[in-house]
DNA sequence: CATAAATCGGACAAAACTATCCGATTAAAA
DNA sequence: TTTTAATCGGATAGTTTTGTCCGATTTATG
């Protein structure tokens, strides 16, 4: 579904936020340990998130990542996937056809459609204030 | 969401069924040309939808591709999914945790069940048959 | 039987994705 | 001011996916 670089970065982008929301500013270290993740990986990864301002990154020791707290919940799993995997997602036709739209479709155009939009519609509706919610109770997991 | 392997599958496979429809067998290069797709990695997907049972091939002078009949009706894309992606759309966790089920969850476990499920019950729904419906009148198509 | 038209299958090549390494830069703290 | 703890960014390496090439094999036909 999403690229590894796509997965790393959603489950960096919500432990950024959990800790965040507590006032914690993190290591890449820190945060490749928490999420299980490969370290250099993640750092170029977390760069483009960075890039893309869904992250801040503070430089020098003491430095890390964190996200603005007012910003954890207006930011959506639909903006990591763009800074990352673009939107060959949703946009892109589900057989590969380069020209494909409701016009000349593929024969699974409009089911196709359907699904993806399920999808894109969940990915704009999921805040990363939702993401952690689950994470501090231990309702929900970033490894194993 | 496929792998370029299954997209070429997929429309070689139903441009196959297509023909058979007609009682025509088809070559490779037939169908390398109308579903646009590179010949030589077409016929290594050829050959392990043939060696799935998907389509049958014959060797030799006026050899060629093609589907029995009655099978183009009960050959669903799922089938031909599984044989070239495997179970990893269906199966594995969204964020690519190893172990992710409804008793240890990613944080977005429950959204992509549900996803994933659609996908799942759409490409099991969907018979060759049904993807060759509106090429022939040219209501959909299988390049461009 | 010889030839031509096909698929088969193994080796290879190119591109994309995943991952690592290391010096440069930055900034806090001793 | 020096040291130390961080990210940044470019080069490189490994792996998977995508794609090509070509000889071997099979079969219809003249």
Redesign the pocket.
Known sequence: MF??????GIRASTYIALQSLEGRR??????AEEID????????I??LL??NNIVD?????????EINKEKIDKLKLSQIVDAIDGDKIYAGCGLGLKECNADKPCPVHDKFVEIRNDLKQMLENTSLFEMTAGLEVGLTYLKR
């Open positions: 690229s590894k670089a796509c997965e790393y993190v290591s890449l270290k820190e945060i993740s490969p370290v250099a990986f993640t750092a170029k977390l760069q960075s890039k990154s503070v430089k020098g020791a003491h430095g890390g990542f």
